[in-house]
């Protein structure tokens, strides 16, 4: 990967694991100079002592008040990643649990709005900004309904965001399964199931890997001419829109 954002800054938002911190790596590969930022020091104290090129900062971005601190003590940014890992919740939509959507909401999506609604006075002029969010805002299937209002809802905020901010650009990519630590939290032999089911339903027959998605993330920081628009990753499963 070139150096094409040789003396750049970058901030990653939820960059301790999974696609954050691969896009933080990918980010740094490409000339960045990028800090991390999460709300468990552990996770970006060891993801930082893996890959000494990043900072890191702890930061709840669903407390206002620490993302106001943050940009603040991080300004001025030429890039800024948004990749909260706030773990949704997955099920039938009539027997989801309020509460633990109400966690979800404040987890990612308020947590994206805080850092949206103060990114512009961080942002150099001509700067990007790049959500991930998921392919459940695009796509119909099964007990996905919660992730994909609040993805859904930030999908639909990137045109005017990308207007109100311009010159600086506002794009999000939408991953389909991609093999992260998102999906520990169901066992090993249900995992593997989860994967190879999803490997089939794709064209390309794999599941994505986070460097799939990092590969895009340094390309919408990098490429001056791209604004207002949400990138499918999902390995052609939008192709094949019946297989939910």
Not at 19 to 40: D, K, M, P, Q, Y
Not at 113 to 118: E, G, Q, R, S
Not at 133 to 161: C, E, F, H, I, K
Not at 229 to 235: F, M, N, Y
Request: aromatic letters at 6%.
């Amino acid at each position: 990967m070139t150096a094409r954002l040789q003396g750049q800054r970058a901030a990653v938002v939820g960059g301790g694991s999974g696609i954050g911190l691969a896009s933080a790596r990918a980010l740094a590969a490409a000339g960045a100079e990028v800090v991390i930022a999460g709300r468990t020091e552990a996770r970006l104290r060891a993801a930082a002592e893996a890959a000494p090129a990043l900072r890191w900062r702890v930061l709840d971005a669903s407390v206002e008040a620490q993302v106001v601190a943050f940009f603040e003590a991080e300004s001025p940014l030429d890039h800024l990643v948004l990749c909260a890992n706030a773990g949704g919740t997955i099920g039938p939509f009539a027997g989801l649990d309020t509460a633990a959507m109400r966690a979800y909401f404040d987890n990612k999506l308020w947590a994206y709005l805080h850092a949206l609604k103060h990114a512009g006075r961080a942002l150099r002029p001509g700067g990007s900004v790049t959500l991930v969010n998921g392919a459940a805002s695009q796509l119909a299937a099964p007990g996905m309904g919660a992730l994909a209002v609040v993805n859904g809802g930030l999908d639909a905020l990137v045109r005017p965001l990308a207007l109100e901010l311009a010159p600086s650009r506002v794009n999000a990519v939408a991953p389909g399964v991609v093999e992260t630590p998102y999906w520990d939290k169901m066992d090993a032999a249900a995992r593997a199931s989860f994967y190879a089911a999803a490997a089939r339903g794709v064209p390309v027959r794999r599941t994505g890997r986070a460097e799939d998605v990092a590969d895009a993330v340094v390309f919408l920081a990098g490429n001056g001419f791209v604004t207002g628009t949400v990138l499918l990753i999902d390995g052609g499963r939008h192709l094949t829109p019946n297989l939910g």
